[in-house]
């Protein structure tokens, strides 16, 4: 069963002010589905219902059309489960925020919720009170999101020349498709370029990571004519890709390429996913082909704390959340945030937050 009104990104509901994000639904229980809708004034909070499901299959299938900003799931469900749902979902609707809303307080559950930066956990039986607090927290989040989102609406594609070589064909299929792709001026330069990025957003929905360097994108020079980004640029050969881009961004009030506080984010973003694992200062280098005195220096100049520091903040975060999602061993949650040591673990955790794990766990 599923019933959908379809509108706009961010419609506007009575109270022209209020900007209404597009929300879904999605339970296997009808009876848990209807309660969700109806615990609150959505509009009020900033929401639009656009969607409702029982079948999380037809729901998956449903995200291209529908676009929601936010997608409410429970998690147990028998088509397909509430976490595998939210990693498919990314792919079709990668700026949606999930919202888990499970009557099961597993540890393994809380675990993936947190590795998929689901944005929040409501427990069922669902308290008012939490449901409202909750929202608000989401729209306040949504709302920052927007303020540092940008769009290039008005892209032209026009390509002469290049059936024959797959690579600008699947180039140009992903800009009319929308989906990702990743143009790289120069194989060989990469490592050299560092982090210099500028995140293009056309359509709302691709994403074209340009890489500055040589002039021989994917080594095709003179293979693309025309091509237009932003509302005045054209390139004319694949030299001029990564100027061109730089104007484009510059004229939608912003210069893209990463300053040092949004490489310190792309690192934090790294460490956050790889909460489990032994990351080191040598992984960070690696991965993002900086030296280990530039990271130091990054951190210290944007963080004020280490890059290991952060990584340890981070883990005691989530520790706190583990222990409050689910009464779970010690053990477990320090394993699950990278401790190999519990006594480690516990001295550390007692540090940041005055209390060991089991008291602070007796406190929820």
Not at 204 to 227: C, H, P, Q, W
Request: charged share 30%; hydrophobic share 40%.
């Amino acid at each position: 069963m599923h019933t959908f009104v379809q509108k706009k990104r961010g419609v506007y509901g009575m109270d022209t002010s209020k900007k209404l994000y597009r929300a879904i639904f999605i339970d296997d229980e009808i009876w848990a589905l209807r309660g969700l809708q109806g615990i609150v004034d959505w509009k009020e909070f900033g929401f639009d219902n656009i969607g409702s499901f029982t079948d999380s299959r037809e729901a998956l299938e449903a995200l291209p059309e529908l676009k929601p900003d936010v997608v409410f799931t429970d998690i147990r469900m028998p088509e397909i489960d509430g976490m595998t749902l939210i990693e498919r979902a990314r792919d079709i609707v990668p700026d949606a925020v999930f919202v888990i809303v499970s009557a099961y307080r597993d540890f393994e559950i809380a675990k993936q919720a947190l590795k998929n930066q689901v944005s929040d956990y409501l427990i069922k039986p669902l308290d008012k009170a939490e449901v409202r607090q909750s929202l608000t927290a989401l729209y306040e989040k949504l709302q920052a999101a927007d303020k540092d989102s940008f769009a290039i609406t008005d892209v032209d594609l026009l390509s002469e020349d290049v059936a024959d070589n797959a690579d600008v064909t699947r180039f140009v299929s992903g800009l009319l498709a929308g989906g990702p792709i990743r143009i790289l001026t120069s194989e060989a330069d990469i490592s050299g370029c560092g982090l210099n990025i500028i995140p293009v957003r056309i359509r709302g929905m691709l994403y074209s990571y340009i890489i500055t360097g040589r002039t021989n994108a994917f080594y095709l020079e003179d293979r693309v004519k025309g091509i237009r980004i932003g509302v005045s640029t054209e390139m004319t050969d694949c030299g001029d890709l990564s100027v061109k881009a730089r104007e484009a961004v510059k004229s939608f009030n912003g210069c893209f390429f990463y300053s040092d506080n949004e490489q310190t984010a792309k690192i934090q973003d790294y460490l956050y996913d790889n909460l489990d694992k032994k990351i080191t200062v040598e992984d960070v280098c690696s991965k993002f082909f900086l030296s280990k005195s530039y990271v130091f220096e990054l951190f210290r100049e944007n963080a004020e704390v280490s890059a290991m520091g952060f990584l340890k903040k981070v883990r005691l975060c989530h520790a706190a959340d583990l222990l409050k999602l689910q009464k779970s061993s010690v053990s477990q949650v320090a394993s699950a945030v990278g401790f190999d040591d519990v006594g480690y673990f516990i001295k550390t955790f007692k540090s940041k937050y005055g209390c060991t794990p089991e008291q602070y766990s007796a406190k929820i």
